[in-house]
């Protein structure tokens, strides 16, 4: 690629051609009955997980696909996650020949950070679905390993990318239905917590075979050519949705700027900026201005790119709708080869999720010039990961555990800002302290609103969380804290208020 050329990356694939017909009535019971797979598929993960990072905090997301790689459904869980699964499976599906070397009972395991868009932990399970022999579509499932053999279980001063953990490439686990014995006992080996993952990986296998099943079932029900008739119907009224909200702003280029506290290896901030242009209906967000990749591992890699995109815009114009295909058409995403929201190999990507979750904000900051009013100002910025490891007092086993924390978000014109995850985790949860506290050797001591963290102004913003944790045992402990050098901004005279902060005390 010639230095510094910019690509263009449509969010939303294209309109197919389509032989039957099908009415609004049916064209809702099929969104309806693909959303109700979903949900399925999350509802049998969630039964079966092992890990508290599953089945309480929901690091997850679970998602059905068409054969062109369209999203047709995902149940509500990590919304960062929306828009990387369609190029893990195509990713996946590459690495083992191609849809046509794909049979009933095969299961895909993938996690390339460049290919899933996040660190290695988030391992991705896929699952092709047929109907009458034909291939129709998968149904996949990307959750947080606890462990997959890392320089640490969870890193945040790796340089190359062969820090981060063990690498599957796109393989097949199972093989028309018979367990890969050699590829499991790999994946047994590389982890500090084999009980965990192994009880993990059969979760969400689980999940992808309810999913399968459910698929196949609407598919079977309304038949091939009505099932895809709707299908297109769908994905326009989404597309429309988007449109109308992008046809109220006026055209032009909206510029947002934002700094991460350092790249985790260096010192200092790591400043960028994204540009937001509106055209009609259509939108683009031009990434091209951000720095070149880092040394560290705040690299985000292009599917998390466009994924922080897609969150961005359909939580401000979905209207609540849950997301699908057709709700990133308008979308185009601008990047270069090489920089902070594109990097290729071997750049560290292990914290990619933070400049995500930075850019979703500059996004909405770049959009409060356009429309004063309608974007809400900045929260807490950051989800206050915690990761802490050791060998447990009450049984010498080895135990490992992480989660993320509540922030005060932002207020808006018209109300004060509530207290809660992320918006780009916004359906996820943090465990339960009852649960902490019988899992892990540890009390929590007090979790409590701090008073008067949140920035003044005619509508305030949420409240932060001060939590207070007594080990009980020699504990490691891995920290991800960003704005705790820069405080959250607010918006039309809005105040800044008390930035991120983690200490220990011995």
């Not at 068409?66 to 996946?92: C, I, K, W």
């Not at 943090?430 to 007090?446: K, L």
Request: some cysteine; overall charge negative; charged content about 20%.
């Amino acid at each position: 690629m010639p230095d510094g050329q910019i690509l263009s990356h449509p969010a939303g694939q294209p309109r197919e051609p389509v032989a039957g017909t099908a009415d609004p009535i049916t064209v809702e019971v099929v969104r309806h009955a693909l959303n109700s797979a979903a949900n399925q598929m999350k509802r049998a993960l969630i039964r079966t997980a092992f890990s508290p990072i599953i089945y309480e905090v929901l690091d997850f997301a679970v998602a059905i696909y068409d054969r062109h790689l369209r999203m047709l459904a995902q149940a509500p869980s990590l919304p960062l996650f929306m828009g990387t699964l369609n190029y893990a499976v195509d990713e996946a599906v590459k690495g083992i020949g191609g849809e046509e070397a794909l049979d009933p009972g095969d299961v895909l395991i993938y996690n390339w950070s460049y290919g899933t868009g996040s660190h290695a932990q988030d391992v991705v399970i896929v699952m092709p679905a047929f109907h009458d022999g034909q291939l129709v579509g998968y149904t996949a499932i990307k959750g947080h390993w606890l462990d997959i053999a890392a320089k640490e279980p969870y890193c945040t001063d790796t340089v190359d990318i062969f820090q981060e953990g063990t690498v599957y490439p796109g393989v097949k686990l199972y093989r028309k239905g018979v367990l890969n014995q050699d590829i499991y006992r790999i994946i047994l080996a590389n982890t500090r917590v084999p009980k965990a993952v192994a009880g993990d990986l059969d979760a969400q296998i689980a999940g992808c075979r309810v999913g399968v099943n459910r698929f196949q079932e609407v598919v079977a029900r309304f038949g091939p050519e009505t099932y895809a008739a709707a299908v297109e119907e769908m994905f326009d009224h989404g597309d429309r949705v988007i449109r109308d909200y992008f046809e109220k702003i006026p055209d032009g280029r909206y510029v947002g700027t934002g700094r991460m506290d350092s790249d985790g290896v260096g010192s200092g901030p790591v400043p960028f900026e994204i540009a937001l242009e509106v055209s009609g209906s259509e939108v683009t967000i031009d990434f091209s201005a951000v720095p070149e990749q880092q040394k560290g591992p705040i690299n985000c890699p292009l599917p998390s790119t466009m994924s922080a995109s897609r969150v961005a815009i359909t939580m401000l114009a979905g209207y609540g709708e849950p997301p699908h295909e057709g709700h990133f058409r308008p979308i185009t995403v601008k990047t270069r080869e090489g920089t902070m929201f594109h990097p290729v190999s071997p750049a560290p990507c292990f914290i990619y999720g933070w400049p995500a979750l930075q850019a979703i904000e500059i996004i909405y900051r770049a959009l409060a010039d356009a429309m004063p009013g309608a974007v809400p100002a900045s929260s807490g910025g950051c989800i206050c990961s915690c990761v802490w490891w050791g060998i447990h007092p009450r049984d010498g086993s080895q135990w490992m555990d992480g989660a993320p924390h509540p922030v005060g978000q932002g207020a808006w014109s018209g109300g004060d800002g509530g207290t809660m995850l992320h918006i780009a985790e916004s359906a996820t949860r943090f465990t339960p302290i009852e649960v902490w506290e019988t899992r892990n050797p540890w009390v929590v001591e007090h979790m409590r609103l701090a008073p008067d963290s949140g920035g003044p102004g005619q509508w305030r913003g949420g409240a932060g969380i001060d939590f207070r944790f007594r080990m009980l045992a020699d504990v490691y402990a891995t920290t991800v804290f960003e704005r705790s050098e820069f405080p959250p901004w607010g918006l039309e005279g809005g105040r800044e208020r008390r930035a991120n902060r983690c200490e220990l005390a011995v």
